[in-house]
C-alpha cells in the first residue's frame, strides 16, 4: 500500500531527487557506473539520488523510508521533529515496519508487528505515524513530562487529537508506552507543558525522592517550573534556553511568588547537583 504511495510521492516531488533500484530499471552495472561519475549517489541500500550533496532532513527522511520497503514510515523522534514538536536534535531516521526487517545501517529500525493503517499517514510528502501513534511511540522511551511537552506542542500546532490518541493506544494493546502516554495525557489536562529542557528533566530525576511537583503550571500568573503548593516552595531551573524576556520577568515573578506566602529557589545548570541537599530542609 505506502510503497505505491511512496513511488507516486518520489516522482511528484523533484526537490526530493530520490530514486529506487526498482524505478531506475538499470541493472547492477549500470547503477554503479552511474554512481561512479556522480549522476546518482547511493544514500542506502536500493535508495539512489540524482546528483551529490547534502539531503535536506526531509529528503533523509525519505531515503529512509523508502530503505524500508512497504509499509514503512518514519517514526519516533523524527516524526516528532517532522511535525516540529520536538526539543531534541534531530539524529539519525527512526522508521517504523510492519514486520521484521534486517537492520541497515544508519537508520533506527523499530518493528510494529500488523501496524494499523490508521496509525499511518503522509506529511510533508513523507509517509509517517500519525501525532497520536507519535506520541505513543515516543511515550515508550521518554518519561510523561518529556510526553507531556510534546502533547503542547502538538496542540499549539492544531496537531492534537484526544480522543484519536486514545484511539491508536487502545489499538495498540500491550504496547509499553501506554502506561506513560496516559499519565502524559492527564498532565496535560491539568494544565502542566511537561518539561521545556535536559535541565529540567535532571532536575526532576534529582529530586524523584521528594514529593512530586507542579511541572510548569500556571500560578498567578505565571508559568512556575517546578511548585510544590503544599510546602509554598517554587523552583525556577535557569539556563541558557532562557530568553532575555523570560529574565526580564524573573524578578517581578519571584515577587509575586514571595508576597503570596512562597519560598522561591533558583538553580543554574551547575548547581543542579545540590540541588537534593539545598531542599531538603524544607521537606
Same mark, same amino acid.
Given at each position: 500500500m505506502y510503497k505505491q504511495v511512496a513511488t507516486g510521492l518520489v516522482r511528484t516531488s523533484p526537490r526530493l531527487d530520490l530514486v529506487t533500484r526498482d524505478e531506475?530499471? @538499470? $541493472?547492477?552495472?549500470?547503477? &554503479?557506473?552511474? /554512481?561512479?561519475?556522480?549522476?546518482l549517489t547511493r544514500r542506502y541500500p536500493g535508495v539512489y539520488s540524482y546528483g551529490r550533496g547534502e539531503l535536506s532532513d526531509e529528503a533523509q527522511w525519505r531515503a529512509a523510508v523508502l530503505a524500508c520497503g512497504e509499509g514503512a514510515a518514519l517514526a519516533h523522534l523524527s516524526s516528532v521533529v517532522l511535525f516540529d514538536c520536538s526539543r531534541w536534535p534531530v539524529g539519525e531516521p527512526h522508521v517504523i515496519v510492519p514486520r521484521r526487517h534486517?537492520?541497515?545501517?544508519g537508520i533506527t529500525i523499530h518493528h510494529a508487528l500488523g501496524l494499523d *493503517?490508521?496509525? /499511518?499517514? /503522509?506529511?510533508?510528502?513523507? *509517509? $509517517?505515524?500519525? %501525532?497520536?501513534?507519535?506520541?505513543?511511540?515516543? &511515550?515508550?522511551?521518554? $518519561?510523561?513530562?518529556q510526553v507531556?511537552? /510534546?502533547?503542547?506542542?502538538?496542540?499549539?500546532?492544531?496537531? =492534537?487529537? !484526544?480522543?484519536? $490518541?486514545?484511539?491508536?493506544?487502545?489499538?495498540?494493546?500491550?504496547?509499553? #508506552?501506554? #502506561?506513560? !502516554?496516559?499519565?502524559?495525557?492527564?498532565?496535560?489536562?491539568?494544565? &502542566?507543558?511537561?518539561?521545556r529542557s535536559d535541565l529540567e528533566d535532571q532536575f526532576l530525576e534529582l529530586v524523584r525522592g521528594f514529593p512530586v511537583p507542579l511541572v510548569n503550571m500556571e500560578h498567578l500568573g505565571y508559568e512556575i517550573d =517546578?511548585?510544590?503548593?503544599?510546602?509554598? @516552595?517554587?523552583?525556577? %531551573?535557569? #539556563?541558557?534556553?532562557?530568553? *532575555?524576556?523570560?529574565?526580564?520577568?524573573? *524578578?517581578a515573578r519571584d515577587r509575586v511568588l514571595r508576597d503570596a506566602g512562597y519560598t522561591v529557589v533558583r538553580f543554574t545548570g551547575p548547581e543542579l547537583p545540590i540541588a537534593p541537599a539545598r531542599l531538603a530542609p524544607y521537606f
Open positions: 531506475l530499471r @538499470l $541493472t547492477p552495472s549500470a547503477i &554503479s557506473k552511474r /554512481v561512479a561519475r556522480g549522476a534486517r537492520a541497515v545501517e *493503517p490508521r496509525d /499511518v499517514t /503522509v506529511f510533508k510528502g513523507i *509517509p $509517517t505515524t500519525t %501525532v497520536a501513534r507519535m506520541l505513543l511511540d515516543l &511515550s515508550a522511551s521518554h $518519561t510523561e513530562y507531556a511537552y /510534546v502533547i503542547n506542542r502538538a496542540a499549539y500546532k492544531h496537531r =492534537f487529537d !484526544l480522543q484519536a $490518541t486514545l484511539r491508536a493506544r487502545a489499538r495498540a494493546k500491550g504496547h509499553p #508506552g501506554a #502506561g506513560v !502516554l496516559a499519565r502524559a495525557i492527564d498532565l496535560y489536562l491539568a494544565g &502542566s507543558a511537561g518539561t =517546578f511548585r510544590w503548593p503544599e510546602r509554598r @516552595l517554587a523552583v525556577e %531551573v535557569d #539556563g541558557n534556553h532562557r530568553r *532575555p524576556r523570560d529574565k526580564r520577568n524573573d *524578578p
